[in-house]
Structures are given as structure tokens and as C-alpha cells.
């Protein structure tokens, strides 16, 4: 099984400030296809998880573009470049090239 | 709108099974794999497996091999996960989520269910 693990474990970040997140893969999620298999998710407090960006880089229909997310084979990164209150909650990156598995999560609070 | 729609909550003893679902709407539901999350109390996101809902097909985490089933109901656009072998470890809300397989790309889980919780009780 691909294990999947985030960095860091909680942050604390001032509204209008920049978040980075990191998640590493123990293999490469880089496809055939040369798309990396690679989701991020937040779970907002009390919600059901929602889709932020999708095959490493793409924000899904909705997202703000304060949220990017960038890398590539084992190692990826989500941005927010600037936090704001409504988006605090845990992020979860997730690969999807074999079967699907979670990172731990990374847990976001506001200052 | 598009909409996932799960069972309520549910308690069982250990040693039970339980049967929860998902009924889709809003979209073609044969088009989107049907994946299952769960999540503990207090804890992390755990993919259980999906199922295609246009054949019936499933791919299960190993993990879960021998206790889970996942099955579909097209007449209702329906889901059902069924956990058999209930542990107290079992305890967790439990998440519905569509995929978009017929997309010339992968496009991630998109749309999620509002959860249903599972307590299971020595």
C-alpha cells in the first residue's frame, strides 16, 4: 500500500498570511498518463470532507485560487496564500493511483 | 442539484453487521464510482473502497476484505455498505463520495454524503 504522510501536523496561521502543507508518498504518483494521482481535501469543523485540488495542481469547480497545489512524483504541496477565517479545519491529501489512501491530516487554526 | 443523501444513525452490538446507504441524485448515476470513507472519533479519513455502480463491480481496501460489502440498487440510484463482524473499532461516522470515471481525465471525489454515524456497543 502507498503511505501517504503530511507535514506538519497542525498550524497556526494570522489571518491574511500564507499556509503551506506537505505531503509525501512512499512511491511516485506520477501516471503513465504524466498526471500525478494526488487530491486535497478540507474538512471544515463538523462537515463532510470537500474536494480542493485534484491531480496534484487543478482546483476544483468553487475553490478560491488562494488555494494551489504543486509538486510532483513522492513530493507535494498545497499553498493558501492567504488564510482567511472560513477556511480553517483539517487537510487531508489523498493518492489516487492505487486503490486510494489518506494522510493523516494536517490540522489549520486561525491566530 | 446534486445530492448524496445517507442513512441515519445506527447502533449494533459487536459481533453484528450493519447496512447503511446512499441514495444519489441530480446527476447519472451509473457514471460515478461510489466511494465509502470513514472516520473515527477524533481521528483521520479511512478509505474503505468503491463500487461501480454500472456493473456492480467493487475494489475493497484490504484491510476490509471478508467483513465489507458494497452492492447498488439502480432502480433507486442507491448505494449500500454492509459491515459485518462489528468491533467497537467499528465505532466511526461513515462517508459516501462519487468519482467521475467517464471524464477523459480524473477528476477526484467531488461531491460527499453528509456522513451517518455507526456505534457499535460491547
Known amino acids: 500500500d502507498i503511505v501517504m504522510t503530511q507535514s506538519p501536523l497542525s498550524l497556526t496561521v494570522t489571518p491574511g498570511e500564507p499556509a503551506s502543507i506537505s505531503c509525501r508518498s512512499s512511491q511516485s504518483l506520477r501516471h503513465s498518463n504524466g498526471f500525478n494521482y494526488l487530491d486535497w481535501y478540507l474538512q471544515k469543523p463538523g462537515q463532510s470532507p470537500q474536494l480542493l485540488i485534484y491531480?496534484?495542481?487543478n482546483r476544483a469547480s468553487g475553490v478560491p485560487d488562494r488555494f494551489s497545489g504543486g509538486g510532483s512524483g513522492t513530493q507535494f504541496t498545497l499553498k493558501i496564500s492567504r488564510v482567511e477565517a472560513e477556511d480553517v479545519g483539517v487537510y487531508y491529501c489523498?493518492?489516487?493511483?492505487?486503490?486510494?489512501?489518506f494522510g493523516h491530516g494536517t490540522r489549520v487554526e486561525i491566530k | 442539484q446534486v445530492q448524496l443523501v445517507q442513512s441515519g444513525p445506527e447502533v449494533k452490538t459487536s459481533g453484528a453487521s450493519v447496512k447503511i446507504s446512499c441514495q444519489a441524485s441530480g446527476y447519472t448515476f451509473t457514471y460515478y464510482y461510489m466511494h465509502w470513507v470513514r472516520q473515527a472519533p477524533g481521528q483521520g479519513l479511512e478509505w474503505m473502497g468503491f463500487?461501480?455502480?454500472?456493473?456492480?463491480?467493487?475494489v475493497y481496501a484490504q484491510k476490509f476484505q471478508g467483513r465489507l460489502s458494497m452492492t447498488r440498487d439502480t432502480s433507486t440510484n442507491t448505494v449500500f455498505l454492509e459491515l459485518s463482524s462489528l468491533r467497537s473499532d467499528d465505532t466511526a461516522e461513515y462517508f459516501c463520495?462519487?468519482?467521475?470515471?467517464?471524464?477523459?481525465?480524473?477528476?477526484?471525489?467531488?461531491?460527499w454524503g453528509q456522513g451517518t454515524t455507526v456505534t457499535v456497543s460491547s
Open positions: 463520495g462519487r468519482e467521475d470515471y467517464g471524464g477523459v481525465w480524473y477528476s477526484g471525489v467531488d461531491v
Open positions: 463500487l461501480n455502480p454500472s456493473d456492480g463491480s467493487t
Open positions: 489523498m493518492q489516487a493511483l492505487q486503490n486510494r489512501t
Open positions: 491531480l496534484g495542481s
